[in-house]
């Protein structure tokens, strides 16, 4: 089974619409699809702008886990097949298989705790293919997929030359390698520094969530061989820790989590940089589990606010879709144009063109 | 069983306003939680950080008004607690302006609580009890009002039970040997229903042959009447979306501390109705009443199927009914009106079957303010009372007529003869006094200084005659309310305080734009009116108002005319002619004996039983 998320760097970026183009391809390809998200969506008209949303609109047998409350917003028939031990704001998680095609509403696990029990449940009812719609700007659950779609656009940012360079931050912070297989790094539950003299120091809690340990690291860091922070690092605090560790990262490991551990706080760009500084300075920054960035879809649209009302506004589609081309080594889609002909390929795990069955350049 | 007692934590990541969690917090501690209220504006990492630091925090209520931007700041929060290990340990929470249950989902929060949510709903929730907006524990025992309970109907003015005993008995004489194509349809009507499937079997057949006009035609050709549909698959499958909406609203129920509201709907459509009644009740509103086209009341027989049509007023048919019925909220009481027409006897079977609560019948105002021939309506009006008693319906009797012109005394002497009627038949009455600035009192000046003495003094007058539920309608107000929303709202709301003061049962209210819509009403107009009820309940509490001494005058002369009517009506010997003669409002007062139904009545050739 092949999971993939749709996350996006904003709300209105285009989560859905990009998982309703690879659904609908999934489903042209005869694959058993199963559909999640990880907030709520199918509405019709956005809660917070009052602007008009796309509907998910999904085909007859397709899987799916949502709430009790989103039934009867939904135009598709279904049938219930079973009732997960899990539930969120909208009621218990139930699975569902649609009859015949039509909108659905999707609100099903909030945490990736929850996410992972729901592959269960997809697993044992012979999904092939797991959609996870993203929600707002989130990414911690998931910790649960194979393969991200990130969606963005001039939601995030109307201004391209600011989306691009965050979109390339992304990137950046999504091609960390991974720990290689014969590494035996213990990188537990808490901040832990292992240091040349086979001594290990373990500090709490797990996440760099304060500059007094930021404090703390910085001056057990010119004597560690493996610097592993496996919690939250935000940006802002890790690239304060470059600035106060004397004498660079020159021979040092640094382990996290995995991807989305430095992307949580939001400062994508400050993640990056702080990256690339350890990386110049000789250290090698790594993830101990990736989470491979499949591709990039873009949205020209964004909500204007206009005083107490927002109104639909647009970048130049073309000028963002070419700005983004070169930020990333994964294809970069706009799935509003005709034809784009991608689909998700569950042996190899990559997004790949149907047109002539070859590789798309950089997967 | 005592709820364990929790640690919460109070977030107001708002940078000013914290009042509403303030206020959660003292219903928290009331009920022995312990609570650590953070300072504004704090950066949700520093949140998490007292999360870490606060051992055993089990709930985190996170307050902020939203707006673009602020739910990305939400859900980074949610995702932060989950990536530093603590989503396990805490459920969070999130409430303010514009949070809504789906919005909350969406941001990955367990629970939203938008505005107009009480502290009681929070602590509710944080002891994993269900909330119920009337207090702890008391949802089991909220049930279903009946408005007629514990009234004994007992006379006080005994001259004026005599004459209503006189009248009465002679009503039911004069029908007993008489028979409608209403009647006929009424009984054919309930045994299809019992016996057959709705329009076939049990005799149904022969239903056609008691109907003239549009409807013989639709029976006869299958052709329904101009400016009428049946509604599209596609429309009754949208309804789905309504069916728990209530669960998702704030059901605010002013009629638990006073008289219970009742809203008018009959927009033409069964789906914009069903719209129109979930607002009601979202808004308050314990009842709901069902109007039908004036335009139906004049023709023999009721159409079939799930039917909309281009005028005010939804067609009765049993799927209409049916169909309104599946999406009431199971406490709203509902009233289906049979009092003005045609299918009076009919109307009541439909509503008996279709789970009614309530109907409405008035054969003195359906002939001199509806049109109808008196004859024909005293022996439907009959029929619909057994129908009634049949159904254990209680029943309104309303006096319209006052807005035609006839003065209350005659209006109300028609209305006590109908009740008295249903008591004999074994119904259960509910008086209908208007609250309005009728042409009466445009005339007579009563309410040249203020509403309160007139519509007050006919409250104490019935209740000075019968010990009886009292339902001022219909709308309360009425013609008082101008084109102006706020005027409208602030009348309706005036009136229903007077009303709640005078200790009544229920009250019907119409929406702020009713008097001029010139069609169907706007759903906004039908809250500003239950809004507006609802602060003046909230404003004067167990306050009274004090009408003037004037108003006990007004009630010993509205007696006075009363029993004047009545009496002269027992001494004619006979309520049909009596209408007919203008005892009960004449030429004079503006209001003429209709002629509906006239010629249609038949000397009935076997007794049946109902």
Same mark, same amino acid.
């Given at each position: 089974?092949?999971?993939?998320?749709?996350?996006?760097?904003?709300?209105?970026?285009?989560?859905?619409?990009?998982?309703?183009?690879?659904?609908?391809?999934?489903?042209?390809?005869?694959?058993?699809?199963?559909?999640?998200?990880?907030?709520?969506?199918?509405?019709?008209?956005?809660?917070?702008?009052?602007?008009?949303?796309?509907?998910?609109?999904?085909?007859?047998?397709?899987?799916?886990?949502?709430?009790?409350?989103?039934?009867?917003?939904?135009?598709?028939?279904?049938?219930?097949?079973?009732?997960?031990?899990?539930?969120?704001?909208?009621?218990?998680?139930?699975?569902?298989?649609?009859?015949?095609?039509?909108?659905?509403?999707?609100?099903?696990?909030?945490?990736?705790?929850?996410?992972?029990?729901?592959?269960?449940?997809?697993?044992?009812?012979?999904?092939?293919?797991?959609?996870?719609?993203?929600?707002?700007?989130?990414?911690?659950?998931?910790?649960?997929?194979?393969?991200?779609?990130?969606?963005?656009?001039?939601?995030?940012?109307?201004?391209?030359?600011?989306?691009?360079?965050?979109?390339?931050?992304?990137?950046?912070?999504?091609?960390?390698?991974?720990?290689?297989?014969?590494?035996?790094?213990?990188?537990?539950?808490?901040?832990?520094?292992?240091?040349?003299?086979?001594?290990?120091?373990?500090?709490?809690?797990?996440?760099?969530?304060?500059?007094?340990?930021?404090?703390?690291?910085?001056?057990?860091?010119?004597?560690?061989?493996?610097?592993?922070?496996?919690?939250?690092?935000?940006?802002?605090?890790?690239?304060?820790?470059?600035?106060?560790?004397?004498?660079?990262?020159?021979?040092?490991?640094?382990?996290?989590?995995?991807?989305?551990?430095?992307?949580?706080?939001?400062?994508?760009?400050?993640?990056?940089?702080?990256?690339?500084?350890?990386?110049?300075?000789?250290?090698?920054?790594?993830?101990?589990?990736?989470?491979?960035?499949?591709?990039?879809?873009?949205?020209?649209?964004?909500?204007?606010?206009?005083?107490?009302?927002?109104?639909?506004?647009?970048?130049?589609?073309?000028?963002?879709?070419?700005?983004?081309?070169?930020?990333?080594?994964?294809?970069?889609?706009?799935?509003?144009?005709?034809?784009?002909?991608?689909?998700?390929?569950?042996?190899?795990?990559?997004?790949?063109?149907?047109?002539?069955?070859?590789?798309?350049?950089?997967? | 069983?005592?709820?364990?007692?929790?640690?919460?934590?109070?977030?107001?990541?708002?940078?000013?306003?914290?009042?509403?969690?303030?206020?959660?917090?003292?219903?928290?501690?009331?009920?022995?939680?312990?609570?650590?209220?953070?300072?504004?504006?704090?950066?949700?990492?520093?949140?998490?950080?007292?999360?870490?630091?606060?051992?055993?925090?089990?709930?985190?209520?996170?307050?902020?008004?939203?707006?673009?931007?602020?739910?990305?700041?939400?859900?980074?929060?949610?995702?932060?607690?989950?990536?530093?290990?603590?989503?396990?340990?805490?459920?969070?929470?999130?409430?303010?302006?514009?949070?809504?249950?789906?919005?909350?989902?969406?941001?990955?929060?367990?629970?939203?609580?938008?505005?107009?949510?009480?502290?009681?709903?929070?602590?509710?929730?944080?002891?994993?009890?269900?909330?119920?907006?009337?207090?702890?524990?008391?949802?089991?025992?909220?049930?279903?009002?009946?408005?007629?309970?514990?009234?004994?109907?007992?006379?006080?003015?005994?001259?004026?039970?005599?004459? +209503?005993?006189?009248? %009465? @008995? !002679?009503?039911?004489?004069?029908?007993?040997?008489?028979?409608?194509?209403?009647? #006929?349809? /009424? *009984?054919?009507?309930?045994?299809?229903?019992?016996?057959?499937?709705?329009?076939?079997?049990?005799?149904?057949?022969?239903?056609?042959?008691?109907?003239?006009?549009?409807?013989?035609?639709?029976?006869?050709?299958?052709?329904?009447?101009?400016?009428?549909?049946?509604?599209?698959?596609?429309?009754?499958?949208?309804?789905?979306?309504?069916?728990?909406?209530?669960?998702?609203?704030?059901?605010?129920?002013?009629?638990?501390?006073?008289?219970?509201?009742?809203?008018?709907?009959?927009?033409?459509?069964?789906?914009?109705?069903? +719209?129109?009644?979930? %607002? @009601? !009740?979202?808004?308050?509103?314990?009842?709901?009443?069902?109007?039908?086209?004036? #335009?139906? /009341? *004049?023709?023999?027989?009721?159409?079939?199927?799930?039917?909309?049509?281009?005028?005010?007023?939804?067609?009765?048919?049993?799927?209409?009914?049916?169909?309104?019925?599946?999406?009431?909220?199971?406490?709203?009481?509902?009233?289906?009106?049979?009092?003005?027409?045609?299918?009076?006897?009919?109307?009541?079977?439909?509503?008996?079957?279709?789970?009614?609560?309530?109907?409405?019948?008035?054969?003195?105002?359906?002939?001199?303010?509806?049109?109808?021939?008196?004859?024909?309506?005293?022996?439907?009006?009959?029929?619909?009372?057994?129908?009634?008693?049949?159904?254990?319906?209680?029943?309104?009797?309303?006096?319209?007529?006052?807005?035609?012109?006839?003065? /209350?005394?005659?209006?109300?002497?028609?209305?006590?003869?109908?009740?008295?009627?249903?008591?004999?038949?074994?119904?259960?009455?509910?008086?209908?006094?208007?609250?309005?600035?009728?042409?009466?009192?445009?005339?007579?000046?009563?309410?040249?200084?203020?509403?309160?003495?007139?519509?007050?003094?006919?409250?104490?007058?019935?209740?000075?005659?019968?010990?009886?539920?009292?339902?001022?309608?219909?709308?309360?107000?009425?013609?008082?309310?101008?084109?102006?929303?706020?005027?409208?709202?602030?009348?309706?709301?005036?009136?229903?305080?007077?009303?709640?003061?005078?200790?009544?049962?229920?009250?019907?209210?119409?929406?702020?734009?009713?008097?001029?819509?010139?069609?169907?009403?706007?759903?906004?107009?039908?809250?500003?009116?239950?809004?507006?009820?609802?602060?003046?309940?909230?404003?004067?509490?167990?306050?009274?108002?004090?009408?003037?001494?004037?108003?006990?005058?007004?009630?010993?002369?509205?007696?006075?005319?009363?029993?004047?009517?009545?009496?002269?009506?027992?001494?004619?010997?006979?309520?049909?002619?009596?209408?007919?003669?203008?005892?009960?409002?004449?030429?004079?007062?503006?209001?003429?004996?209709?002629?509906?139904?006239?010629?249609?009545?038949?000397?009935?050739?076997?007794?049946?039983?109902?």
């Amino acid at each position: 089974m092949f999971r993939v998320g749709f996350a996006g760097t904003a709300k209105n970026t285009g989560k859905t619409t990009a998982l309703m183009y690879f659904l609908r391809r999934a489903s042209i390809r005869g694959e058993q699809v199963g559909l999640t998200g990880i907030g709520y969506d199918g509405e019709e008209i956005d809660h917070l702008t009052g602007l008009v949303k796309p509907r998910l609109k999904c085909p007859a047998g397709t899987l799916i886990v949502t709430a009790k409350g989103c039934l009867d917003r939904m135009t598709a028939t279904y049938r219930i097949i079973g009732k997960l031990p899990l539930s969120n704001a909208l009621g218990q998680l139930l699975l569902l298989k649609t009859i015949s095609p039509g909108t659905v509403v999707v609100a099903g696990p909030n945490s990736g705790k929850d996410l992972r029990l729901t592959m269960d449940f997809f697993q044992r009812a012979g999904c092939e293919l797991v959609l996870v719609d993203g929600a707002f700007g989130r990414l911690g659950p998931f910790v649960e997929v194979d393969g991200l779609i990130l969606a963005t656009g001039a939601a995030r940012s109307a201004n391209i030359i600011n989306l691009v360079e965050d979109t390339r931050a992304f990137s950046r912070v999504f091609a960390l390698p991974a720990l290689r297989g014969r590494e035996e790094i213990q990188v537990g539950s808490s901040i832990s520094l292992h240091l040349r003299d086979g001594r290990v120091k373990r500090l709490q809690p797990a996440s760099l969530v304060s500059e007094s340990l930021v404090a703390a690291i910085a001056p057990m860091v010119p004597y560690a061989s493996v610097i592993s922070l496996p919690g939250v690092v935000p940006g802002d605090l890790l690239w304060q820790l470059c600035q106060k560790v004397e004498g660079g990262f020159s021979g040092k490991t640094m382990v996290f989590s995995d991807p989305t551990k430095l992307l949580l706080a939001g400062n994508y760009e400050r993640a990056a940089a702080a990256l690339a500084m350890i990386v110049a300075s000789g250290g090698r920054p790594v993830v101990k589990r990736r989470i491979p960035l499949l591709a990039l879809t873009v949205n020209p649209f964004y909500p204007l606010q206009t005083k107490n009302t927002f109104r639909r506004a647009f970048i130049n589609d073309d000028q963002l879709k070419e700005a983004l081309r070169g930020v990333s080594q994964v294809p970069v889609l706009n799935v509003k144009e005709r034809e784009p002909n991608y689909y998700l390929d569950i042996a190899n795990g990559k997004v790949r063109s149907e047109l002539n069955s070859q590789k798309v350049p950089g997967t | 069983m005592a709820t364990r007692k929790k640690k919460i934590l109070l977030v107001p990541l708002d940078p000013v306003h914290d009042m509403g969690l303030k206020l959660i917090r003292k219903a928290l501690a009331d009920n022995g939680h312990a609570t650590t209220l953070l300072p504004p504006g704090l950066k949700v990492h520093e949140v998490v950080e007292w999360i870490i630091k606060e051992a055993g925090i089990e709930f985190v209520l996170v307050s902020r008004t939203l707006g673009y931007r602020v739910g990305e700041l939400l859900a980074r929060f949610v995702d932060l607690v989950e990536a530093c290990g603590l989503r396990e340990q805490v459920t969070l929470l999130v409430g303010g302006m514009a949070v809504r249950p789906e919005l909350a989902a969406e941001m990955g929060f367990d629970a939203g609580f938008g505005p107009g949510t009480s502290p009681e709903e929070v602590v509710a929730f944080i002891e994993g009890r269900h909330f119920t907006p009337w207090g702890k524990g008391e949802e089991s025992s909220r049930k279903k009002r009946d408005l007629t309970s514990g009234f004994s109907y007992i006379y006080k003015n005994k001259g004026i039970e005599r004459s +209503l005993a006189l009248i %009465t @008995g !002679e009503i039911i004489d004069w029908v007993s040997n008489k028979t409608s194509p209403g009647v #006929e349809r /009424a *009984r054919i009507r309930f045994r299809s229903l019992r016996e057959g499937e709705g329009d076939k079997g049990g005799g149904w057949e022969k239903y056609q042959d008691y109907c003239a006009g549009p409807i013989a035609q639709y029976y006869k050709e299958g052709r329904l009447p101009r400016e009428t549909r049946t509604l599209s698959e596609d429309e009754l499958r949208s309804l789905r979306q309504y069916k728990n909406w209530e669960g998702q609203s704030k059901i605010i129920r002013p009629g638990v501390v006073g008289p219970d509201i009742f809203i008018q709907y009959g927009t033409g459509c069964p789906l914009m109705d069903i +719209l129109h009644i979930k %607002t @009601g !009740e979202a808004w308050g509103a314990a009842g709901v009443v069902h109007f039908d086209p004036s #335009e139906g /009341a *004049r023709s023999e027989g009721l159409l079939g199927g799930y039917l909309s049509h281009a005028q005010d007023g939804t067609l009765l048919t049993w799927e209409n009914l049916r169909l309104i019925k599946c999406f009431l909220n199971p406490l709203t009481l509902w009233q289906v009106r049979a009092h003005r027409g045609l299918n009076t006897p009919e109307t009541v079977v439909l509503a008996g079957e279709a789970g009614a609560d309530l109907t409405k019948i008035n054969m003195a105002y359906a002939s001199l303010g509806a049109g109808m021939d008196p004859a024909r309506i005293t022996v439907d009006g009959v029929e619909a009372l057994r129908w009634a008693a049949h159904y254990d319906l209680a029943l309104d009797v309303v006096t319209n007529e006052e807005l035609s012109g006839v003065p /209350a005394h005659k209006a109300f002497a028609g209305m006590l003869i109908v009740a008295h009627l249903a008591l004999q038949l074994g119904a259960r009455p509910i008086l209908q006094p208007l609250f309005c600035y009728s042409p009466e009192v445009m005339l007579q000046g009563q309410m040249r200084d203020n509403y309160i003495d007139f519509n007050a003094a006919k409250i104490l007058a019935l209740r000075q005659i019968i010990a009886a539920p009292l339902w001022p309608g219909a709308p309360i107000g009425f013609l008082t309310h101008t084109e102006d929303r706020v005027q409208s709202s602030v009348t309706t709301a005036l009136h229903a305080c007077l009303a709640r003061s005078l200790g009544v049962q229920a009250i019907s209210i119409a929406s702020s734009d009713e008097a001029y819509a010139g069609g169907p009403i706007a759903a906004a107009s039908r809250v500003d009116t239950l809004r507006a009820v609802q602060e003046g309940f909230r404003f004067f509490g167990s306050a009274n108002i004090q009408p003037t001494p004037r108003a006990r005058e007004w009630a010993g002369e509205l007696i006075d005319g009363i029993a004047r009517v009545l009496t002269d009506v027992a001494n004619s010997g006979s309520f049909v002619q009596s209408l007919y003669r203008g005892l009960l409002g004449g030429p004079e007062d503006g209001a003429y004996p209709g002629r509906i139904g006239r010629g249609t009545l038949r000397r009935k050739e076997v007794e049946k039983d109902v």
